[in-house]
C-alpha cells in the first residue's frame, strides 16, 4: 500500500481514498477531452467515475466543477501528458482509470437505458443502486444523505409519478452485457425502502429468479440490499436463489442520530427488526453472510465502534461508506471528516476484520466503500 505526501502528512491509500470521497475532485476539462476517449471516464455523473491510484486502489470520482460553490483542495489535471491528482498545487500521484466500455450507450431490448438504471463499480461490480423506488423517502422520511432519496420526496411532494422498477428481463440483459464486455463478474442488488415485506419481496424474487435461470457466467458474488422483512423466510428464498450475502443496512449506529438521520429506518424498519433479520442470517447462514453498511463520517469514531463491534463479535460484516456532504447536508453539516478520524476508522475495522476474519466481498474495492481496501491493508 503507498503512502503519499498531502499538506505536509503522510497518508496511506485508504485514507486518500476516503479523503478524495469526502472532498471530490475538481476536473480539468482537458482530463475528459484526452482520457475519456480510452477510458471509462464520462462527463455524466451517471456513470460514476473512478480513478485507480498508482498502486490500483479504485477511488469514487466525484468532479465537483458541476458545484461551483463547492471547495475542495483536489484537482485531476494533466501533468507530463498523464493524469495526476494535486493536493491544490502540489502533485500528490499519477492515476489511471479502468479501460473503456460502451456500457453506458446500450439500451435493453424494451428500450430502458443502461444509463440511469446500473454502473459498473471497481474491476469487476455492474451494480443497481435503486431497482424500485423508495417508500420511506416517499412519504417524507428520507435518509439525510441519500440522494436518490431526495429525487422520491421531491416526486411525491410534487404529486408526480414515482419511477417504474426495472424489468427483470432488462436487469438481466444488462447483466449480462456487463460480463461480457465489462469485465463484471459480481453484482449488486439494490432497491428502496418498502412498508410491505411481499412487496420487496415480488421484486427481489424476480429478478433473483430470472438471474438464476439465465445463462450468465456470474463467477463473483451476487449482493442483495434489503429491508428487513419480518418474515425471515424471505431471506431463506433469497439464499436458495443463488445469492451470496445479504445487507440490512444499519447506517448510522448512535440511535438518537439515527432518528434523525435516518428516521424512515428508526421509525417504520426499527433497529431490533434490523439486528434480528442480520443475526438469524449469521446464525443460519455463518460468518460473513450478513453485512451492515455504515456511513462513515456521520457519528463519533466511540459509537460507530460500539456499532461495529457488536456486528463483527455475531460474524456479521460491518461494511463501510465515505459519507458525501456535498448538496445534501445531514443534521445541518456539510463539512467532511479529518484525516484523523479517517484513520482511526480504518485501524479500528481493520482490526475487526483480522480478529474475527471477516473478508468483505469484491475483488478490488468499490468506488465509496472503503472495507476492501480496509481489509487489504489489515493483511499487511
Ligand atoms: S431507506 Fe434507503 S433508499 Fe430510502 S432514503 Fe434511506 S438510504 Fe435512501
Not at 482520457?35 to 455523473?45: A, H, I, Q, T
Not at 493524469?83 to 456500457?103: C, G, M
Amino acid at each position: 500500500m503507498k503512502k503519499y505526501n498531502i499538506n505536509k502528512e503522510i497518508v496511506d491509500s485508504v485514507e486518500l481514498k476516503c479523503l478524495l470521497i469526502s472532498n471530490g475532485v475538481k476536473d480539468d476539462n482537458a482530463v475528459y477531452e484526452i482520457f475519456g476517449k480510452d477510458y471509462r471516464l464520462n462527463v455524466s455523473p451517471l456513470t460514476c467515475n473512478s480513478l485507480l491510484l498508482s498502486d490500483g486502489t479504485n477511488v469514487q470520482l466525484t468532479d465537483l466543477v458541476f458545484l461551483p460553490e463547492a471547495l475542495t483542495p483536489f484537482h485531476l489535471r494533466i501533468s507530463e501528458d498523464k493524469p495526476a491528482l494535486f493536493y491544490e498545487n502540489d502533485w500528490i500521484d499519477f492515476v489511471s482509470f479502468h479501460k473503456k466500455t460502451d456500457f453506458y450507450l446500450q439500451k435493453t431490448a424494451s428500450g430502458a437505458p443502461y444509463m440511469g438504471n446500473a454502473v459498473l463499480q471497481g474491476c469487476d461490480f455492474v451494480s443497481f443502486q435503486c431497482l424500485w423506488h423508495c417508500e420511506y423517502a416517499a412519504s417524507g422520511k428520507p435518509c439525510e444523505f441519500c440522494y436518490a432519496g431526495a429525487e422520491f420526496e421531491y416526486l411525491a411532494k410534487n404529486n408526480q409519478p414515482q419511477p417504474v422498477a426495472l424489468a427483470a428481463s432488462d436487469l438481466v440483459e444488462i447483466i449480462r452485457y456487463a460480463v461480457q464486455n465489462g469485465d463484471a463478474n459480481s453484482t449488486q442488488i439494490t432497491g428502496g425502502s418498502t412498508f410491505s415485506g411481499k412487496t420487496e419481496y415480488r421484486h427481489i424474487s424476480g429478478y433473483l429468479q430470472a438471474i438464476a435461470e439465465s445463462d450468465i457466467p456470474l463467477t463473483g458474488e451476487l449482493l442483495l440490499y434489503i429491508t428487513p422483512p419480518a418474515d425471515l423466510s424471505y431471506i431463506d428464498d433469497y439464499f436458495s436463489l443463488g445469492t451470496s450475502r445479504i445487507a440490512c443496512s444499519i447506517e448510522v449506529w448512535d440511535e438518537k442520530r439515527a432518528g434523525i438521520i435516518t428516521p424512515g429506518k428508526i421509525h417504520f424498519t426499527s433497529r431490533k427488526r434490523h439486528l434480528q433479520a442480520l443475526n438469524y442470517i449469521a446464525g443460519k447462514y455463518g460468518k460473513g453472510r450478513a453485512f451492515s453498511n455504515f456511513i462513515i463520517g456521520l457519528e463519533s469514531i466511540e459509537t460507530l465502534k460500539a456499532g461495529a463491534t457488536f456486528l463483527a463479535e455475531r460474524g456479521i460484516i460491518p461494511s463501510a461508506s465515505v459519507w458525501m456532504p456535498f448538496g445534501r447536508p445531514v443534521m445541518g453539516s456539510t463539512t467532511a471528516p479529518k484525516l484523523d478520524y479517517f484513520r482511526r476508522i480504518k485501524e479500528m475495522l481493520a482490526e475487526l476484520y483480522h480478529r474475527y476474519e471477516l473478508i468483505p466481498p469484491g475483488g478490488c474495492g468499490l468506488n465509496v466503500c472503503i472495507e476492501k481496501d480496509i481489509y487489504t491493508y489489515s493483511k499487511l
